[in-house]
């Protein structure tokens, strides 16, 4: 089993700064990619960012270019992907949620479509209001 836990959510000001964190324990493929969405009620579900097992490939959405960066440390017990959100706005504010995609090579791109993605996190909330 994999297990996904998400933190680093909160209340912060339009502009400022927020790191999510997704801590992925269990049996994480070496190959899987990580990407992270974020949910508004009423709302398609969106990918945010996402990352290969390196950490080497990223892709983001055109929202959040520029601003938010997605990392990854793969350590022995378990990885860690962060999503440092920078000059945050108002239409940042979501539930967001870190996945994994298990992928069948290296050479497969990364992918922010939530189609591909078996196992996701509890979610953290995100709030950017003054």
């Known amino acids: 089993q994999l297990q996904l836990v998400e933190s680093g959510g909160g209340l912060v000001q339009p502009g400022g700064s927020l790191r999510l964190s997704c801590i992925a324990s269990?049996?994480?493929?070496?190959?899987?990619?990580i990407g992270w969405f974020r949910q508004v009620p009423g709302k398609d579900r969106e990918g945010v960012a996402c990352?290969?097992?390196?950490?080497?490939?990223?892709?983001?959405a055109e929202a959040v270019k520029g601003r938010f960066t997605i990392s990854r440390n793969n350590a022995v017990k378990n990885t860690t992907v962060y999503l440092q959100m920078n000059s945050v706005k108002p239409e940042d504010t979501g539930d967001y949620y870190c996945?994994?995609?298990?992928?069948?090579?290296?050479?497969?791109?990364?992918?922010?479509?939530?189609?591909?993605?078996?196992?996701w996190g509890q979610g953290t909330q995100v709030t950017a209001s003054l």
């Open positions: 269990g049996k994480l493929g070496w190959l899987d990619h």
């Open positions: 996945a994994t995609r298990r992928v069948p090579s290296v050479h497969v791109a990364c992918s922010r479509r939530s189609e591909g993605y078996e196992y």
């Open positions: 990352i290969d097992h390196s950490g080497g490939i990223t892709d983001y």
